[in-house]
Structure formats: C-alpha cells, structure tokens
C-alpha cells in the first residue's frame, strides 16, 4: 500500500554534499519509485525563531514559516527523520525546530481547563524512522552510551505525542567511510524507502 511519508533532514549544515542529504535522497527515489507519496522539510533551509517561554509553546500561533512543516507532519503516515549525532544527540536546530511544531493543538492536548488527567497525544496513527549518522562505531553508541541521545527523542518527543513503533537506522564511523560501504548504504536507503518504513 502507498503511504504518505514525510522525510525531515535535521542536518543544520544545507551543503548539499552532506551525507545525511545523500541518505535522505536515495530513501526519498526508493519510496517513489514503489508509488509512495514523499515530502520534505529540510529543517536547514527554514527560517524560524528559537522558542523561548512556556507562554509563546502553550499559546501563541506557530510561526507562520513552520505553517507548511506542521500540516506535513499531520498529514503524514510515517515520518523518516534523519540526523547527525552532535555531542551524543539530534543538532540543536532539529531540537528547535521539534519544540516549535511539536506543540499543544498540533502533536498533543492538555486536558481542559479545571479537569485533571493526562494530555492527549494528537499523532496517534503514525510510524516514525530515525535515521542517524556518527563519527563513533554504531555499537559503540548503543552499547556503552546505551543510545540515550536517540531514545530520549522516541520516548519523550515522537511516542509522547502518539508516534509508534519509531525504528532505527544507525550509520557509524562515517568520516571514514569507503566509496563501497557509502554505495551500500544509499542502497540499503532505497530498500527502506521502497518497502516505505
Ligand atoms: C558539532 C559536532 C558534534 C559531533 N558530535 C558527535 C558525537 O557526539 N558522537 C559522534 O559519534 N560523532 C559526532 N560528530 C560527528 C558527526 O556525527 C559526523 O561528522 C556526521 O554524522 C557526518 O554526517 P554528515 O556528512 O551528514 O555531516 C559530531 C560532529 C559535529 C560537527
């Protein structure tokens, strides 16, 4: 079945030789190659404010140049983030741009005025990919930083506001890669972005 696919690069750097823009490229020509619908938000070229008080996340309007970014995000069926690892977690940029859209009346509710309980979380419905790239081995990441940097996004941003199961993509030692590890690695995109997960 064709999905709706969001991919989302949260790589600051907009170089276009980036490997993080490559991997994104090779998923994007995978999905549509299968029929699936792809979009992208390349948080790089979007021009946003940092958000800075509880007030301006609880109840002032999104900043008019995330409007596009959030309906994408609604209307998506699986989002496919992907990343750099920056001192052990996603670019602050990607954080700034997730504590824009991720907020109340678009990824989750807080209960109504005056009643006690839990919020709502709005996203319900969608799959999420994170994809990250490292300079350090990838079992190194998991097995001695026990991969905190990724799963504090998949518990306290994407499953908070609904978004399960959140797979992983991890690229490692990637300042070095060979040319025949890199060609593996666009493919091993494709692939994914074929079967559209
Ligand atoms: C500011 C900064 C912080 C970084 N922190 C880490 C880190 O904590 N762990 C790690 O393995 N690599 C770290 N790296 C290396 C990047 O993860 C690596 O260069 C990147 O994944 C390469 O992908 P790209 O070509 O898409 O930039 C860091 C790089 C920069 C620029």
């Not at 276009?16 to 070229?45: E, I, Q």
């Not at 008080?53 to 699986?78: C, G, K, V, W, Y």
Request: aromatic share 8%; charged share 25%.
């Amino acid at each position: 079945m064709p999905r709706r696919i969001l991919i989302v690069i949260g790589h600051p750097d907009p170089e276009p030789s980036r490997l993080c823009r490559a991997l994104a490229a090779s998923y994007a020509d995978g999905a549509r190659s299968k029929g699936h619908d792809v979009r992208v938000v390349d948080v790089a070229n979007l021009d946003f404010p940092m958000l800075r008080t509880m007030e301006e996340f609880s109840n002032r309007p999104l900043p008019l140049t995330l409007e596009d970014a959030a309906q994408a995000i609604r209307d998506a069926e699986h989002i496919v983030f992907i990343f750099p690892l920056w001192l052990g977690t996603m670019p602050a940029l990607l954080k700034a741009f997730l504590e824009q859209v991720m907020r109340p009346g678009i990824a989750f509710a807080y209960p109504e005025a005056g009643r006690d309980g839990f919020t709502t979380s709005l996203l319900r419905g969608r799959s999420a990919r994170v994809v990250v790239t490292m300079g350090m081995p990838s079992f190194l990441f998991r097995l001695w930083y026990l991969g905190h940097g990724i799963a504090g996004m998949r518990r306290n941003i994407l499953n908070f506001v609904g978004i399960r199961p959140v797979r992983e993509t991890l690229f490692g030692m990637v300042d070095a890669v060979s040319d025949a590890s890199r060609k593996r690695w666009l493919e091993r995109m494709r692939a994914l972005g074929a079967s559209g997960s």
